[in-house]
């Protein structure tokens, strides 16, 4: 009786081991998520960092819109696909916000409402100036180019008639 007794005592207490070592596992797993999920963050605010132009090539650009040859319409397609970009990595920043609450709560929950919301907001974001984007510049790279302009006239020119 007394060694069923320790027995029973010895099976309790592994099973007690084992269920630390679940729960040590599954924190465990929830930390990796969390890691995984900050990579996976900072690698999309570095996709849409990588689309955004400096404000002196910017200005460069539309002050010369004209001579270029790029319409209004398409100068804010670029607007909203740079726009589009940027709120992207602001948000970015957002998602990464949320996984440091999560983790400062000890959580590490990745599918806390404000992590997933923000994140589909991100992704959202650069996906619609990934998409605005590529359509620019299809548009751009199909446009016929426009005639050059006719050669000015000099005084030697004439003379030489």
Same mark, same amino acid.
């Given at each position: 009786?007394?060694?069923?007794?320790?027995?029973?005592?010895?099976?309790?207490?592994?099973?007690?081991?084992?269920?630390?070592?679940?729960?040590?596992?599954?924190?465990?797993?929830?930390?990796?998520?969390?890691?995984?999920?900050?990579?996976?963050?900072?690698?999309?605010?570095?996709?849409?960092?990588?689309?955004?132009?400096?404000?002196?090539?910017?200005?460069? +650009? $539309?002050?010369?819109?004209?001579? =270029?040859?790029? @319409? !209004?319409?398409?100068?804010? *397609?670029?607007?909203? %696909?740079?726009? /589009?970009?940027?709120?992207?990595?602001?948000?970015?920043?957002?998602?990464?916000?949320?996984?440091?609450?999560?983790?400062?709560?000890?959580?590490?929950?990745?599918?806390?409402?404000?992590?997933?919301?923000?994140?589909?907001?991100?992704?959202?974001?650069?996906?619609?100036?990934?998409? +605005? $984007?590529?359509?620019?510049?299809? =548009?751009?790279? @199909? !446009?016929?180019?426009?005639? *050059?302009?006719?050669? %000015?006239?000099? /005084?030697?020119?004439?003379?030489?008639?």
């Amino acid at each position: 009786m007394l060694r069923a007794l320790v027995r029973s005592l010895m099976h309790a207490s592994a099973q007690k081991g084992d269920g630390d070592k679940a729960v040590e596992q599954a924190l465990e797993n929830r930390k990796e998520a969390i890691r995984t999920y900050i990579e996976q963050t900072k690698l999309l605010v570095t996709l849409a960092s990588a689309f955004l132009l400096a404000p002196a090539g910017l200005v460069a +650009v $539309f002050k010369e819109r004209a001579s =270029v040859g790029i @319409t !209004a319409a398409e100068a804010v *397609a670029f607007v909203i %696909a740079e726009g /589009a970009f940027v709120a992207s990595v602001l948000i970015g920043y957002v998602v990464m916000g949320t996984i440091a609450g999560s983790q400062d709560d000890g959580s590490f929950d990745v599918y806390r409402p404000a992590t997933r919301w923000f994140s589909l907001a991100q992704f959202g974001l650069y996906l619609a100036g990934l998409i +605005v $984007f590529i359509v620019l510049g299809v =548009v751009l790279a @199909t !446009a016929p180019v426009p005639p *050059a302009p006719p050669p %000015a006239v000099t /005084a030697t020119a004439s003379a030489h008639r």
